[in-house]
């Protein structure tokens, strides 16, 4: 698990991080919706479902002049009358639409005829943007600053995952701040019914925050999940932006709390690991103590809830809905990787905290927890105990989710590829995934990033390539892929930004341990035309 001792083994070939300041503020936002909407439906059987449609190409925030009322959570008024006040917005870019952005944001060109009060709000919210990319680093490029922020072509020094990279950072800018810059959690997708806060997908957006240098905004992500409602079984599937859950039959999912875990340590070592001079001072002004008094409540809720679930004979967890949002009844893989994860991030998060006796009473659980997973899952690693077919999960068994690759399970990670390929060249979340045509990104992605840590470059440098070939018309990752290549469901994913952001990020450090190594030309896409299987 890449908590704080996996993380402090790689510090030395890490530069430290630029600072960047983070701000508090409620979370608001409004969306414009166009296009079909859909849900995220589980696969039936039977015959497979119709071509999924692209219910936005991607987010952006939007300036105009608009009644303030209603609005006034993201509303700036820049004077005149209180019905003709300057209005941001968080929108849906609707399918089938390219809107002219301002150089190097996300935030929609208003125009040269429109009101002089919107054009300086906009550009004053572009250069917000800006300014946060270039305080911190984007992952696949040559550099950080500004100048490379706002290019619309690679630099020569840059990887080929450059502009991927670049989309990916401003479209986890535009998930996690309102168009005035104040921090929320982030919703899943921009529209429909991916307009909600998934734990899951927000842990892994507080982890790709902290590993670029805003670890002070990933904190205020983490936050946000340590004044919601649990259950004793878990964290609610999902969270509307007020805190409240979102009643609508999912199963609590017990992975979230390790999730949680997991990204709170992560958080916490890179600010330990970014100071040089030894005053806990980490890379966005935030010190190792701060952030844990911020994450203590998040911290000591998904800790009690993943030692009250393996305080059992066999300290093995319950069966509990994972990532499949299926209402499970044997244990997953899923489940258990994480609850894995967490535990060891909360050993470290407790002596971070000086609480040394707790630290080895959870060091000690998650050793016992470690025994019961290996025994349970290997030497085949299936998605379930008893099972026999494999999953996208099996990647949370390796770095760098695990501190190394729990016995067996790289070797079976590499037998799954073929059994999870979709006609458009990217997997399914499983070999037993009934819905035969569509290529998930969240899963593709979690490959090249498994790849990444275990050592196979060219393996997370296939799969950055095909997503490189598959984003939306503004350069944003879409949730899914039809089987000749057109993206599908919603753009972007934040799961899917998120984790190409730690796939370049660990790659990179690859490259800092092993010493330069030419990065590999990316293969232009074949014109209206799918991809060949992989």
Same mark, same amino acid.
């Given at each position: 698990?890449?908590?704080?001792?996996?993380?402090?083994?790689?510090?030395?070939?890490?530069?430290?991080?630029?600072?960047?300041?983070? #701000?508090?503020?409620p979370?608001? $936002?409004?969306?414009?919706?166009?296009?079909?909407?859909?849900?995220?439906?589980?696969?039936?059987?039977?015959?497979?479902?119709?071509?999924?449609?692209?219910?936005?190409?991607?987010?952006?925030?939007?300036?105009?002049?608009?009644?303030?009322?209603?609005?006034?959570?993201?509303?700036?008024?820049?004077?005149?009358?209180?019905?003709?006040?300057?209005?941001?917005?968080?929108?849906?870019?609707?399918?089938? *639409?390219?809107?002219?952005?301002?150089?190097?944001?996300?935030?929609i060109?208003?125009?040269?005829?429109?009101?002089?009060?919107?054009?300086?709000?906009?550009?004053?919210?572009?250069?917000?943007?800006?300014?946060?990319?270039?305080? $911190?680093?984007i992952?696949?490029t040559?550099?950080?600053?500004?100048?490379?922020?706002?290019?619309?072509?690679?630099?020569?020094?840059?990887?080929?995952?450059?502009?991927?990279?670049?989309?990916?950072?401003?479209?986890?800018?535009?998930?996690?701040?309102?168009?005035?810059?104040?921090?929320?959690?982030?919703?899943?997708?921009?529209?429909?019914?991916?307009?909600?806060?998934?734990?899951?997908?927000?842990?892994?957006?507080?982890?790709?925050?902290?590993?670029?240098?805003?670890?002070?905004?990933?904190?205020?992500?983490?936050?946000?999940?340590?004044?919601?409602?649990?259950?004793?079984?878990?964290?609610?599937?999902?969270?509307?932006?007020?805190?409240?859950?979102?009643?609508?039959?999912?199963?609590?999912q017990?992975?979230?709390?390790?999730?949680?875990?997991?990204?709170?340590?992560?958080?916490?070592?890179?600010?330990?690991?970014?100071?040089?001079?030894?005053?806990?001072? $980490?890379?966005?002004?935030?010190?190792?103590?701060?952030?844990?008094t911020?994450?203590?409540?998040?911290?000591?809720?998904?800790?009690?809830?993943?030692?009250?679930a393996?305080?059992?004979?066999?300290?093995?967890?319950?069966?509990?809905?994972?990532?499949?949002?299926?209402?499970?009844?044997?244990?997953?893989?899923?489940?258990?990787?994480?609850?894995?994860?967490?535990?060891a991030?909360?050993?470290?998060?407790?002596?971070?905290?000086?609480?040394?006796?707790?630290?080895?009473?959870?060091?000690?659980?998650h050793?016992?927890?470690r025994?019961?997973?290996?025994?349970?899952?290997?030497?085949?690693?299936?998605?379930?105990?008893?099972g026999?077919?494999?999953?996208?999960?099996?990647?949370f068994?390796?770095?760098?989710?695990?501190d190394?690759?729990?016995?067996?399970?790289?070797?079976a990670? #590499?037998?799954?590829?073929?059994?999870?390929?979709?006609?458009?060249?990217?997997?399914?979340?499983?070999?037993?995934?009934?819905?035969?045509?569509?290529?998930w990104?969240?899963?593709?992605?979690?490959?090249?990033?498994?790849?990444?840590? *275990?050592?196979?470059?060219?393996?997370?440098?296939?799969?950055?390539?095909?997503?490189?070939?598959?984003?939306?018309?503004?350069?944003?990752?879409?949730?899914?892929?039809?089987?000749?290549?057109?993206?599908?469901?919603?753009?972007?994913?934040?799961?899917?930004?998120?984790?190409?952001?730690?796939?370049?990020?660990?790659?990179?450090?690859?490259?800092?341990?092993?010493?330069?190594?030419?990065?590999?030309?990316?293969?232009?896409?074949?014109?209206?035309?799918?991809?060949?299987?992989?």
């Amino acid at each position: 698990m890449p908590g704080v001792r996996s993380v402090r083994r790689r510090a030395a070939a890490r530069a430290p991080l630029p600072r960047s300041h983070h #701000r508090t503020a409620p979370v608001v $936002g409004i969306t414009l919706v166009a296009g079909l909407v859909l849900g995220s439906a589980l696969p039936v059987d039977g015959d497979p479902p119709p071509r999924i449609p692209l219910a936005s190409e991607g987010a952006a925030h939007s300036w105009a002049l608009g009644e303030t009322a209603g609005n006034a959570g993201n509303a700036v008024t820049t004077g005149g009358s209180t019905d003709a006040a300057v209005v941001g917005r968080d929108v849906a870019v609707p399918t089938g *639409t390219s809107p002219t952005f301002l150089p190097g944001t996300r935030v929609i060109d208003p125009g040269a005829g429109a009101d002089p009060r919107v054009v300086a709000a906009a550009h004053e919210e572009a250069q917000r943007q800006r300014a946060w990319v270039a305080a $911190g680093r984007i992952p696949g490029t040559a550099t950080a600053t500004a100048a490379a922020a706002t290019t619309t072509t690679a630099a020569a020094a840059d990887t080929p995952h450059a502009a991927l990279a670049r989309a990916a950072m401003l479209d986890l800018y535009v998930a996690t701040h309102t168009p005035d810059g104040a921090v929320h959690p982030p919703l899943a997708a921009p529209t429909g019914a991916w307009r909600y806060v998934w734990p899951r997908d927000a842990a892994f957006v507080a982890v790709a925050l902290a590993r670029t240098g805003h670890a002070g905004d990933a904190v205020q992500v983490l936050e946000f999940f340590g004044d919601v409602p649990v259950t004793p079984t878990g964290y609610h599937a999902r969270y509307r932006p007020d805190g409240s859950p979102v009643g609508d039959g999912r199963s609590a999912q017990l992975d979230g709390a390790g999730w949680l875990l997991w990204a709170s340590g992560e958080v916490v070592a890179s600010l330990d690991d970014g100071d040089d001079d030894g005053d806990g001072d $980490g890379e966005d002004g935030l010190t190792t103590q701060d952030a844990l008094t911020r994450l203590a409540d998040v911290v000591g809720t998904s800790g009690d809830l993943l030692l009250a679930a393996t305080d059992r004979p066999g300290h093995l967890p319950p069966p509990s809905s994972d990532y499949w949002e299926l209402r499970e009844t044997r244990l997953t893989l899923g489940t258990a990787t994480p609850v894995l994860a967490g535990l060891a991030a909360l050993g470290d998060l407790r002596e971070f905290a000086g609480h040394d006796g707790d630290a080895t009473a959870a060091r000690e659980r998650h050793a016992r927890v470690r025994t019961a997973v290996v025994d349970a899952f290997g030497p085949r690693w299936p998605r379930e105990v008893g099972g026999r077919e494999r999953d996208a999960a099996l990647a949370f068994a390796l770095p760098p989710f695990q501190d190394e690759a729990l016995p067996g399970a790289e070797a079976a990670w #590499r037998l799954i590829a073929r059994g999870m390929a979709r006609p458009a060249g990217g997997l399914a979340p499983g070999e037993g995934w009934r819905e035969p045509g569509h290529s998930w990104t969240p899963q593709t992605t979690l490959d090249a990033l498994a790849a990444a840590a *275990t050592g196979d470059p060219p393996r997370a440098e296939q799969r950055l390539d095909w997503l490189a070939r598959h984003t939306t018309a503004t350069g944003s990752i879409p949730e899914k892929v039809t089987p000749d290549g057109a993206a599908a469901q919603v753009a972007p994913l934040v799961w899917s930004s998120a984790l190409v952001v730690l796939t370049l990020d660990e790659l990179a450090r690859a490259q800092e341990l092993d010493g330069a190594r030419p990065a590999p030309a990316v293969a232009p896409p074949a014109p209206d035309a799918a991809d060949a299987p992989r």
